[in-house]
């Protein structure tokens, strides 16, 4: 099977930048055409005009169901159909469970897990009318939960089990459901993150292998868009990540405690002071009323 999509409509949440254009631009590349969704219209213009009228773009936020699903349905009636949906939008933010405020907390789930959720929701007519495929982007961290970030392996392990459960859901619609499992990926999240938080970077460099590597965005939308013409059950970035599903309960058995507990106690109170220091929660490109795919 070749990753060639012509006559196929792919639509992309998040796809303003970093995974999610990337996606878009690969789909392209291979014959297909892209309905971009998110919230940085100039960025979403730029790119739509970049891929000319194989793209088209609206702006939606993934927390309002209204607007994501007007979104959805007028790209449908633009292209026709859609056959792939990738549900990627998604944000970090930074903080302890006792530190982080609460609408801090609740944008990263609200994104993360509730977004995915919309989503799905809205394109499942148009994936049932197509026998298609949906992807959700989940993480490494749906398997490995690291202190100081616990809204985002929180909303991951979230979004690995809805997409699963609506995988059974859309089963016998002949639509297909995957889960992405990104490591750590060269964009703008994990980027900023190491910049504004030494302390993440330290902690970072001394998880164990498979959990200590950057992946490039390249690599991330090659295995994603092989993900879609294989319609995969489980899309792994890179394919060692593997590896911390299998053994996600040793990770967090009591045997591999006295490990995480002193690795935890040694960074987490400088990480708290970092983002005392920092004054936000998240990075600075976040804006505080929208969220940023």
Excluded at 211 to 228: D, K, P, Q, W, Y
Excluded at 272 to 291: I, N, S, W
């Amino acid at each position: 099977m070749t990753d060639n999509f012509a006559g196929k409509v792919a639509l992309v949440t998040g796809a303003a930048r970093g995974i999610g254009a990337g996606v878009a631009r690969g789909y392209v590349e291979r014959g297909g055409k892209v309905a971009l969704v998110g919230l940085e219209p100039e960025l979403l213009a730029t790119l739509s005009d970049e891929l000319g009228d194989a793209a088209a773009w609206w702006e939606a936020d993934v927390r309002d169901g209204a607007a994501l699903a007007v979104a959805i349905d007028a790209a449908a009636e633009h292209f026709g159909r859609i056959d792939h949906v990738l549900a990627n939008a998604g944000i970090a933010s930074y903080g302890t469970v006792r530190q982080i405020d609460d609408a801090a907390f609740e944008r990263v789930v609200d994104i993360n897990v509730n977004g995915v959720f919309r989503t799905l929701k809205y394109a499942t007519p148009h994936l049932a009318a197509s026998r298609g495929y949906a992807l959700v982007v989940a993480s490494q961290a749906s398997f490995t939960p690291l202190a100081g970030l616990a809204s985002y392996n929180a909303s991951k392990a979230g979004a690995e089990s809805l997409g699963l459960a609506f995988k059974q859901e859309v089963a016998h619609l002949g639509v297909d459901v995957g889960i992405c499992h990104p490591s750590w990926i060269d964009t703008d999240i994990v980027r900023n993150a190491e910049r504004d938080l030494p302390t993440f970077r330290a902690t970072r460099e001394r998880l164990p292998w498979p959990a200590n590597g950057t992946t490039s965005v390249e690599t991330c939308v090659a295995l994603i868009l092989r993900g879609f013409a294989r319609r995969k059950a489980r899309v792994y970035v890179p394919g060692n990540v593997l590896v911390s599903n299998w053994t996600k309960s040793l990770i967090n058995s009591p045997l591999a405690w006295p490990v995480l507990r002193k690795m935890a106690s040694r960074a987490v109170p400088s990480m708290e002071r970092e983002v005392d220091a920092l004054g936000r929660f998240h990075h600075a490109h976040v804006p505080e009323t929208k969220a940023v795919d």
